[in-house]
């Protein structure tokens, strides 16, 4: 095993972007694991022979940061794969993966929010 990790993943029959959608809410949860010849997540098994592109998108939002895999197969099968931000899948090299950073909040934004809720908190209980 080169990686795994816990995730949300769904298949369509389209390439799709990466984006917040209905797609998320019915995703099968499962582990997902990447071995030397093939990636298996929960019903789905992906020979890595078959896929022709893949795509690791990091993001990052106001209370969490992770990534999102995104498979396209010579079959015409499209997967995307929502996780925790692993290192385990840079780098590792079975899989070779087109890095991309997706959208995310400015840093100044986050921090930000975060000294206004501390503050509202502070004052709420004092």
């Excluded at 029959?13 to 997902?32: E, H, M, S, Y």
């Amino acid at each position: 095993m080169l990686a795994s990790d816990a995730c949300k993943g769904f298949v369509s029959n389209r390439d799709k972007a990466v984006k917040q959608g209905a797609d998320w809410v019915t995703a099968q949860r499962a582990t997902l694991l990447l071995t030397d010849k093939r990636i298996v997540c929960g019903k789905w098994e992906i020979p890595l022979d078959i896929i022709v592109e893949a795509h690791l998108i990091t993001f990052s939002s106001l209370f969490s940061s992770g990534q999102v895999l995104k498979i396209g197969t010579a079959e015409g099968d499209f997967y995307q794969f929502g996780m925790e931000k692993n290192p385990e899948w840079t780098r590792q090299a079975a899989l070779p993966l087109t890095l991309e950073k997706g959208p995310s909040i400015h840093p100044l934004v986050k921090t930000l929010f975060w000294v206004i809720l501390l503050g509202y908190l502070i004052y709420s209980f004092f």
